[in-house]
């Protein structure tokens, strides 16, 4: 899932996965400082840059991506722990990780979540409280070229009215789980059955 930050993607996906069996959101790795009232291990794997650049150089990470000066990547490791429970998994990655992994996992579903205006992004950047004008700016700049990316994904929602947005996105989760490549390999002993 991507999105321009102040979209609202994060608090999305904190509903979702509040609201939906079988779900989980990866945890990423980053190069970035711990924010108040974030947690090791729950919200990002805090690490140095060289430490990053090492695991980059392993081959650990399934995408990878410089976003406002920092590094952020999706551990392989991790994301197989996660899927081989069952359990879907949903990385919060921008454009250039998406393309990263669609490159990888053909059967991975892409969504992207756009804001209704580009006047109320600038006002959800803004209410956040967290960014000088400057950042914000940046952020502006930023979301208008991440933006650009919506027609690489296999589905598009916009965050106007949050319930309405998050409806879509389990039903988005839901008709995934309904497909054909996903019900015949969970049923493949009843189908054989029936044959």
Not at 65 to 77: D, P, Q
Not at 101 to 108: G, I
Not at 179 to 191: F, G, M, N, V, W
Request: aromatic share 8%; proline share 2%.
């Amino acid at each position: 899932m991507s999105a321009p930050s102040g979209a609202g993607k994060t608090s999305l996906l904190k509903e979702l996965v509040e609201n939906i069996n079988c779900i989980s959101t990866s945890v990423s790795t980053t190069t970035r400082t711990i924010r108040p009232g974030e947690v090791e291990g729950k919200d990002y794997h805090f690490v140095s840059i060289e430490q990053f650049n090492e695991m980059k150089e392993l081959g650990d990470f399934l995408e990878h991506a410089e976003v406002f000066g920092n590094f952020y990547g999706t551990s392989k490791t991790h994301l197989q722990e996660i899927l081989q429970t069952g359990e879907d998994l949903v990385l919060e990655i921008d454009w250039q990780g998406a393309q990263q992994v669609r490159k990888q996992m053909s059967h991975a579903i892409s969504i992207f979540i756009l804001p209704p205006s580009r006047s109320e992004l600038e006002k959800r950047l803004t209410g956040r409280g967290q960014d000088n004008e400057q950042i914000i700016q940046k952020r502006m700049s930023s979301a208008i070229a991440e933006i650009s990316h919506y027609d690489e994904y296999d589905f598009l929602i916009i965050n106007d009215v949050f319930e309405v947005a998050l409806e879509e996105l389990k039903n988005v989760i839901k008709t995934h789980r309904l497909t054909l490549a996903r019900q015949s390999t969970q049923y493949s002993q009843l189908i054989e059955e029936l044959l």
